[in-house]
């Protein structure tokens, strides 16, 4: 009898108990729900219109030649979240008689995928939406995308003479490009530049604001941040500018306190300080006319609406309202006119739109067949298979009796390790070393069948759960599509996007095709808090698999690196059409072997040439045959052509 068929876990399985099972009744709710047929739905613009069946989004584009794994970006979603970050900053606006306005720029580095960012600045443009570059080559995207003189374009990072050089020249070419100052050194550098080209830049300072973080970057922000300048530094900084003639142009205060604000809180004390500072600098002579309250805005990973890392206790529209009444009451009260409000949410505005979808390869599951004992079996074998029988006479009551679970696991721990014990001596075979594991694992899973509800299970009895868990093999590669969850333990919704009728009766996590042991997913969202095991279905060797990760974006395709040279996953965009159907905007084809291999200097020619040279050696020693010799070589002519992937 297995778990399914325990006679207290007979229910019928809904979707509703996979949304529920999943969290995505709780991150979801807006973009994502599960279908009649037990799929995925995804709505592009929300839960009032038409959903597409993400399966058969799946099937069909795998009849396009769009194989798995596969990034699908939603650029519907993509705009729908443009619309709700505005909407939400103009209803606070009008509910805070705001007199100023609220303008968006969009960091480059967030995802600086071509088409990623041109729809941003197409969908943008109604909204004046502009961009935030932290390096010459971002700054280069923005001035070639950025082509409506009311967007801004915020400079961060780093900047020697000619990225300040070129900015100021952008500014000719009518740009708005406003040179944030991060490091006192960069203020000389402005100077220098400005009295060369008869011409100067916008302005902007940030600030390093004493206010706490939240989150897991909350050392990020402080006295000790990696950019701003501090009160004294912000001071000689007006000093310098008002000497150098400059100050007119110091229009921008720029503060960030950290990626994935989890805490509203954290939030208000900052736009307290960086208010202050704000009216100050009024007050000191320069113009003003921007606070921009940089990024931090959070997506609610795992659906629980609290301050943990992978969540938020805070909504949209509270965000903005805290931002616009704080900044609106600090300025009026000082009489000061308020600036027009700028944020920097490149994770808020890019997380829902990317989907990542990985078929399953195999799992490491094998049926456990116990032979019938015999005579001459060993003590250990013998303990186990009588350990076994009073497991399986214990009857399943409405009260469990934990005392008698606990008794028969820790003999079957005991027993297991008494045999391992026999065999590092030489007093146990190998065959008998494996019945010993066999017996082990159905006393494992007998006490287990014998718990109805396994999310009720006392911790010790979690190890149960652990000792049946399964390893599913995943067609992806964790540090090319999902390096967060690798460097910095990201949580990501991940949940099987079909089956969803179905009770999942296994629990596993994944391996992915990398050699690396830390190529894995194993950690998951559990109502707020984290579980090492996901609930999923039995693999049939015959049906595709196909796993979701959601919400990821933001940052994931661009921190990607080739580790076991994996590349890039094809990816499509997708736009819902007025009929209620779906058109493919762009197909981005992922990296290929040769791709990969130039990447790394290797040439692709060089290396066929080389092993052809090696087959005609073989030929001619007799070892190799000609006609084999040809197999090899197309081969390798066409996996040089083909994805870095594994397709079945």
């Not at 100067?200 to 897991?216: E, V, W, Y």
């Not at 920097?344 to 890019?350: K, L, M, Y």
């Not at 396994?454 to 599913?472: G, H």
């Not at 950690?523 to 959601?550: P, R």
Request: net charge negative; charged share 25%; aromatic share 8%.
């Amino acid at each position: 009898m297995t778990f399914a068929d325990h006679p207290q876990n007979q229910k019928k399985w809904s979707a509703i108990d996979s949304s529920t099972l999943y969290g995505l009744d709780r991150w979801g709710t807006r973009y994502f729900s599960i279908n009649s047929y037990g799929n995925i739905s995804v709505s592009p613009k929300g839960p009032t219109e038409h959903g597409l069946d993400l399966m058969d989004l799946v099937k069909e584009l795998e009849g396009r030649n769009l194989m798995l794994p596969l990034l699908i970006r939603f650029d519907d979603i993509l705009e729908d979240r443009l619309i709700s970050l505005h909407m939400a900053f103009k209803n606070s606006i009008d509910e805070y008689n705001y007199k100023g306005e609220y303008q968006g720029v969009f960091p480059i580095k967030c995802n600086q995928k071509r088409h990623v960012v041109e729809e941003l600045i197409s969908c943008g443009r109604h909204w004046n939406l502009g961009l935030e570059a932290g390096s010459k080559a971002e700054l280069l995207i923005a001035l070639s995308l950025i082509d409506n003189d009311k967007a801004l374009l915020v400079c961060n990072g780093y900047k020697d003479e000619r990225y300040i050089e070129t900015a100021i020249l952008a500014r000719q070419l009518g740009r708005q490009p406003i040179v944030v100052i991060e490091q006192t050194d960069e203020v000389d550098r402005i100077i220098k530049a400005s009295q060369e080209l008869g011409s100067a830049p916008i302005i902007g300072i940030r600030a390093k604001l004493s206010s706490k973080g939240s989150g897991r970057w909350k050392s990020t922000i402080g006295e000790k941040s990696k950019f701003g300048l501090t009160i004294p530094e912000i001071i000689q900084t007006i000093e310098k500018l008002k000497k150098h003639q400059l100050l007119n142009e110091l229009k921008l205060l720029h503060f960030h306190i950290g990626s994935q604000v989890s805490d509203i809180a954290i939030l208000k004390d900052a736009l307290q300080e960086a208010g202050q500072i704000y009216v100050a600098l009024n007050k000191l002579g320069a113009p003003m006319g921007y606070l921009d309250v940089g990024g931090g805005l959070g997506v609610d990973y795992d659906g629980s609406s609290t301050n943990n890392e992978a969540s938020t206790n805070y909504s949209l529209q509270n965000y903005a309202n805290d931002v616009v009444a704080t900044i609106g009451e600090c300025c009026e009260s000082n009489n000061i006119k308020v600036p027009t409000l700028v944020s920097e949410s490149g994770r808020a505005i890019a997380s829902h739109f990317s989907i990542l979808l990985f078929n399953i390869l195999g799992t490491s599951e094998n049926k456990n067949e116990i032979p019938k004992a015999t005579k001459d079996e060993c003590l250990p074998v013998r303990n186990l298979r009588e350990t076994l029988k009073n497991i399986q006479k214990l009857k399943v009551l409405s009260k469990i009796d934990y005392s008698k679970i606990q008794e028969a696991w820790n003999d079957a721990i005991k027993f297991k390790e008494d045999a391992l014990n026999a065999f590092r001596l030489g007093y146990l075979t190998l065959p008998e070393r494996a019945l010993a594991e066999q017996l082990t694992l159905a006393c494992t899973e007998s006490l287990f069948n014998l718990i109805p509800n396994n999310e009720l299970l006392p911790e010790e009895f979690k190890k149960l759960q652990s000792a049946l868990s399964i390893t599913y093999y995943a067609n992806l590669s964790v540090f090319r599509s999902a390096p967060d969850t690798w460097a910095i333990n990201q949580l990501f919704p991940i949940m099987p996007i079909h089956r969803l009728n179905e009770k999942p009766t296994k629990f596993g996590h994944f391996a992915d095709l990398t050699c690396d042991s830390d190529g894995k997913l194993s950690q998951f969202i559990n109502h707020g808090g984290t579980k090492s095991l996901l609930e999923l279905h039995e693999f049939k060797a015959n049906e595709n698999y196909v796993i979701g990760m959601f919400l990821i974006g933001a940052y994931q395709e661009v921190m990607g690196n080739l580790h076991n040279l994996f590349g890039s996953t094809n990816a499509v965009h997708i736009r819902l059409t007025e009929n209620g159907n779906y058109k493919i905007d762009h197909v981005v084809r992922g990296n290929s072997k040769s791709d990969v291999l130039m990447a790394m200097e290797h040439d692709p020619k060089l290396l066929l040439e080389r092993l052809r040279i090696a087959s005609e050696v073989a030929i001619q020693k007799g070892s190799l045959k000609i006609s084999d010799a040809q197999r090899l070589m197309d081969h390798l002519e066409n996996s040089l052509r083909q994805s870095t992937y594994l397709h079945q």
